[in-house]
């Protein structure tokens, strides 16, 4: 063999062996394969996961794009990440932290919020969505937020909005509001649910049932008719909080626009809104500030 021959053979074994060529990237790690997963998961701790793959993937320049994506639900994360700039408290507010997310950016997210979703967002989840506690590094809380839809106990004991009523009598719940009542078996719900919320419509009703405690995952129920015929029933991840601890509070608010169930709400830890189409049941999509008790605080994404 040749001298020259003897180097062309090295070089291509070299090559064959990855020396001296470039690879591509593991396909399972491109933007596109890790937006995927997201859409893919199944559950609060995958889709967490998820989440702080594809966002420490892109970065903070990434951002502006994913906020157009076509899922709602990844648009509305990468806003929420795009919105929350690190700020200085004007002037220290015992016993609260100093540390802040700017509320005028945050304000830029509710008006995003709002023209993505088309949703009619309550004022009390628009205000508390601003005023942010922030601990570098760690989470972020919302301990201001004192004012939530205003509740009252009901006749059955359980807590519903103002306006509404909810009465039990042999072995049934009948949910009154807005001059409309469903009817639906006791047993719908979990037992420990002590607060319900819901819309009620001429032809179709929901109506969740959640712990007025923290802001753990709950149940939402779609019914037709008064007679409240079970049409579905749907998961509400709400924050999945799965411990007790910071303050114990829970606030949800149930609305309905052109066919679609909106669930917000709001714990110490975290904010919440998850939509479903009112006759399946099928989850359109969800965004929670703290991903499901995965704080991005902990991320390296900026």
Not at 171 to 181: A, D, E, F, I, M
Request: overall charge negative; proline content about 5%; hydrophobic content about 35%.
């Amino acid at each position: 063999m040749t001298p020259a021959c003897a180097l062309t053979t090295v070089l291509g074994l070299l090559c064959l062996t990855g020396f001296g060529t470039a690879f591509p990237a593991d396909p399972d790690d491109t933007p596109k394969a890790l937006r995927g997963d997201v859409l893919k998961a199944t559950s609060s701790k995958d889709k967490a996961g998820a989440y702080q793959k594809l966002f420490e993937k892109v970065g903070r320049q990434g951002f502006a794009d994913l906020t157009k994506d076509e899922d709602t639900g990844i648009a509305l994360q990468a806003a929420w990440e795009t919105y929350t700039k690190p700020a200085k408290r004007p002037k220290p507010l015992m016993p609260r932290t100093n540390n802040i997310y700017d509320p005028t950016e945050l304000g830029k997210f509710i008006t995003f919020f709002k023209e993505r979703t088309k949703a009619a967002v309550p004022e009390w989840w628009a205000r508390g969505i601003t005023d942010v506690d922030l601990f570098p590094g760690q989470h972020h809380a919302f301990i201001g937020s004192d004012t939530g839809p205003k509740c009252r106990e009901s006749k059955s004991g359980a807590l519903v909005p103002d306006g509404a009523e909810m009465e039990e009598k042999d072995g049934k719940r009948v949910y009154s509001v807005g001059g409309r009542t469903v009817e639906f078996p006791s047993d719908t719900f979990d037992e420990l649910s002590n607060s319900f919320a819901g819309v009620v419509g001429e032809k179709r009703s929901a109506v969740a049932g959640y712990t007025a405690v923290c802001g753990e995952a709950f149940e939402i129920a779609g019914f037709e008719g008064r007679g409240g015929k079970s049409t579905w029933k749907a998961d509400v991840w709400g924050t999945d909080r799965d411990f007790l601890g910071g303050q114990g509070y829970h606030w949800v608010e149930v609305r309905e626009k052109d066919g679609t169930v909106f669930v917000f709400g709001a714990e110490s830890h975290g904010m919440y809104a998850e939509a479903f189409d009112l006759a399946t049941g099928k989850c359109q999509w969800r965004f929670c500030s703290c991903y499901w008790f995965h704080h991005s605080e902990k991320w390296k994404h900026n």
